[in-house]
């Protein structure tokens, strides 16, 4: 069977087929409501309703494991009273459907102490995994050198979305998916040891950026973002091919390549002073 990558329609949801399938989930933030309460913002708890969303999915799939790709918890470098109560019925939760793999991100130190180890849940290093022959990394660290050496990686971290801004100066954040490849000038400064020319070890892979699946944590809008501005080494490093990247609106809708979006109308762009303008369609590029 040939690797298909496909995300769900209209969700920050994708699923991932080789010789079996995944369903792959990136930043979750459980806990988001108790940081967000101690800022004097009042909301209830959602984890419920997030995890029969995801249960939705499991129905409509039927994967045969679940990857969760980072930020499952919110709070750092605390564990909240809200995430020692929910993290643990959630994963579990979860674990009865399919395996559950976690590439660990930057928000979930000491979550291996939230579940119990009888449960089917695996937490990997949080340079990422190859599993399935795809590579899966949270974004927050450099890669794994392993995950160079397949044809596919998902991370996430970014929580990417694209701003359109209307001629009143009314904006909208859209999620979107971002697909693109690393920079291999810039990762084989990084990786000195790894021969590139092997292509065992470079495999070139295509790499999938995923939209946060919590609506309350925002997100970088790609289209008003230099390397500088992302998160994560590989991306603030130029280590992925931020001009070239294809954008994609959940709904489908393909923008085009992240350099063209960047020149609509009612795209904002920096400027050097690090505020933004609009761009005058009429002037120099």
């Not at 230099?226 to 590989?234: I, K, N, Q, S, V």
């Amino acid at each position: 069977m040939a690797l298909e990558i496909t995300p769900i329609l209209n969700e920050p949801v994708l699923t991932v087929t080789n010789t079996e399938t995944a369903l792959v989930i990136a930043d979750i933030h459980l806990g988001i409501e108790w940081d967000l309460y101690r800022s004097g913002i009042n909301l209830p708890s959602r984890m419920k309703e997030r995890l029969i969303r995801i249960e939705g999915y499991i129905e409509e799939t039927a994967p045969d494991r679940i990857v969760l790709l980072g930020d499952i918890k919110h709070n750092v470098p605390q564990v909240s009273w809200q995430e020692r109560d929910e993290i643990p019925r959630f994963l579990e939760a979860l674990a009865a459907y399919a395996p559950v793999d976690i590439l660990p991100g930057n928000h979930d130190g000491g979550i291996e102490l939230l579940f119990s180890r009888q449960k089917d849940i695996r937490v990997h290093s949080a340079r990422g995994a190859v599993l399935d022959g795809v590579g899966y990394f949270h974004g927050h660290t450099w890669p794994a050198p392993e995950l160079l050496g397949v044809r596919s990686v998902v991370t996430s971290h970014n929580h990417p979305t694209v701003r359109f801004t209307d001629s009143f100066g009314y904006s909208t954040n859209d999620p979107a998916w971002i697909r693109t490849k690393f920079n291999p000038e810039v990762l084989t400064e990084h990786f000195k040891n790894l021969d590139f020319d092997d292509k065992m070890i470079w495999a070139d892979p295509e790499l999938f950026v995923m939209p946060a699946f919590n609506e309350l944590c925002g997100g970088v809008p790609f289209n008003e973002s230099t390397c500088e501005d992302l998160l994560g080494p590989a991306f603030s490093s130029g280590g992925v091919k931020l001009e070239d990247a294809e954008l994609y609106l959940l709904d489908g809708t393909r923008l085009g390549m992240l350099r063209n979006v960047r020149k609509l109308e009612h795209t904002r762009v920096r400027n050097r002073s690090g505020g933004r303008r609009r761009r005058n369609p009429e002037s120099p590029k």
